[in-house]
């Protein structure tokens, strides 16, 4: 016999680390760097492995228990395993019992992962981001540990115009994080590193990815040790408690798989797993639960959401032809669904007399073919917007409903609706408050032209605290603008038409401008958007006001 001490190896300087699952016991032959229990560090939870192949004859701690570096956790035979799956000798003059005694043993574990062919670590990359770059990443889906799936999520990333998962390339199991929350990430980037095992059987891959995620196992000795009110109190998983302020979601990669592919909102299931992870069931359960809501309601989801449309066999009507969205209208397309559902908007419609400021506009024509600029009156609008942003600063905020706090933001960005043969971009243009009229006039004609070629890059389109969105050159009298969330507010800007407006004692003719203003009423009240609009008329009406 070679028995020998299965020690707790180097926990990259974490002390005192909660065993949240025991997943070998005694008597079980394992291979080497097969998984014996989980342990959870704040940061990840981690598999501590066999040192080599062989029985296990002790396990000397429990769930709950706190381990070091250098603790002894059980003991292993080595002798143990050096006939791979064999029955103990005990057990080697009958024949028939070992069937019986076999079964036992690998119901007592998850299935070990076989290795074939060893395993070898290799440096995911970021791949093709569609031309993007310096694309921030919002969120880590994976921790240092985790066993994942081929095309499970490994980060999240979010341009202005899409957010968008990075897959796993293969199956394995994750080791260095090399990126952090709030890096920007362009193609070829170094990601993290993979522990890949070479000729594994994929068969055992899933259980072993939800063990790695801080899961209890499903064997029957891991389900004898819930208590029988947890197993009863499942359905739990399908309440919603509002997380707490900056409270983050416990749940591992195969986890947030099925979320994702249920559609289920993790921050509104509530965890029965230990210290409160989130598990398969957990995400069932909240799904039943909200059928069962729905069905109830007569059809309309309660507080979960809105029914959807099913759409009719068009053919039938006559003939139809049907081709893919592009990624643009897609992107496009759910963002302003996501904006319209969770903002309440409201719109407050004003007409400015620009008369004096279109006749001014003119007068800058000799001037503009000097320069090699074409005076709009976008500069006008841009610099309009940014004196009423300073003034009312309830307007330059974004809201952060998970924190329960207002975001002030101390710049002046503004983002400008462009409409392209692709599909609507928004580029922004940065402090607008410090530049000049044919500063912004050049300015705004360069990326309104990136943007018709396609050319605009992901940081040319982040950043904006407001957005103005112009109909004029098409017509039309006033409309409801989206707003472009996270911002609160956006200008919507009409065709200018000849109106007669009393002066007191006779009509005058006057240009005037319709203007539409949507705004997030959570923010801002109406009356606040009353006076942003009447201090827009003012400043456009007298184009000296700007210079106050």
């Known amino acids: 016999m070679s028995e020998q001490e299965i020690k707790v190896p180097d926990l990259g300087g974490a002390d005192e680390v909660e065993i949240i699952e025991i997943i070998a016991s005694e008597g079980d032959t394992v291979e080497a760097e097969d998984p014996i229990l989980t342990l959870e560090t704040d940061k990840a939870s981690v598999e501590l492995p066999s040192p080599e192949a062989g029985k296990i004859t002790k396990i000397t701690v429990k769930v709950g228990d706190k381990v070091k570096e250098g603790d002894v956790i059980g003991m292993l035979d080595a002798a143990g395993g050096a006939s791979g799956d064999e029955a103990p000798s005990d057990s080697a003059p009958e024949a028939e019992p070992e069937p019986q005694e076999q079964p036992a043993a690998q119901e007592s574990k998850p299935a070990p992962k076989k290795k074939s062919g060893g395993s070898r670590t290799e440096v995911v990359k970021v791949p093709s981001l569609d031309g993007m770059e310096n694309i921030p990443v919002i969120e880590l889906n994976v921790s240092e540990g985790d066993t994942v799936e081929q095309e499970d999520a490994l980060v999240t990333v979010e341009s202005d115009k899409a957010t968008m998962e990075i897959p796993a390339p293969a199956s394995g199991k994750i080791g260095k994080l090399l990126v952090k929350e709030g890096d920007t990430l362009s193609e070829g980037d170094d990601l993290l590193e993979m522990i890949i095992e070479d000729d594994g059987d994929s068969a055992d891959d899933e259980p072993e990815a939800e063990t790695s995620s801080g899961q209890a196992s499903e064997t029957p000795e891991a389900k004898a040790e ?185 710049y002046i960005h503004i983002g400008i609706a462009v409409d392209t043969p692709h ?123 700007l210079l106050l």
């Open 226 to 410: 819930k208590p029988a009110a947890e197993s009863a109190s499942q359905p739990q998983g399908a309440t919603y408690e509002p997380p707490a302020p900056g409270t983050k979601v416990h749940a591992g990669p195969a986890v947030r798989k099925l979320a994702r592919e249920l559609g289920a909102d993790l921050t509104r299931v509530k965890g029965s797993g230990p210290k409160g992870r989130i598990t398969k069931d957990d995400v069932h359960g909240y799904v039943k639960s909200q059928l069962q809501q729905a069905q109830q309601g007569g059809g309309v989801a309660t507080g979960s959401g809105i029914p959807g449309v099913k759409l009719p066999d068009f053919s039938q009507f006559g003939e139809v032809e049907r081709e893919g969205m592009s990624r643009m209208m897609a992107v496009t397309a759910a963002n302003m669904q996501r904006s319209w559902l969770n903002v309440p908007h409201v719109t407050q419609f004003d007409d400015a007399d620009i008369t004096e400021m279109e006749d001014f506009r003119k007068a800058q024509k000799a001037a503009g073919e000097k320069r090699g600029v074409k005076m709009t009156p976008l500069p006008f609008l841009l610099k309009a917007c940014a004196a009423a942003l300073a003034e009312l600063p309830q307007f330059n905020v974004s809201l952060d409903m998970e924190r329960k706090e207002v975001v002030r933001k101390k």
């Open 423 to 545: 599909g609507l971009m928004v580029p922004v243009i940065r402090d607008v408050d410090q530049k000049g009229l044919w500063e912004l006039a050049a300015e705004s004609a360069e990326l309104a032209q990136k943007a018709r070629d396609k050319q605009l890059k992901p940081a040319e389109m982040q950043g904006a605290c407001f957005t103005i969105t112009s109909l004029g050159g098409i017509g039309g009298t006033a409309f409801t603008p989206i707003v472009n969330t996270p911002e609160v507010a956006i200008l919507g800007v009409s065709k200018a038409s000849m109106k007669p407006v009393w002066d007191g004692k006779e009509f005058q003719p006057r240009l005037m401008l319709p203007l539409s203003l949507s705004y997030d009423h959570r923010a801002v009240n109406g009356a606040d958007a009353a006076r942003f609009t009447n201090l827009l008329t003012q400043l456009l009406g007298d184009i000296r006001t």
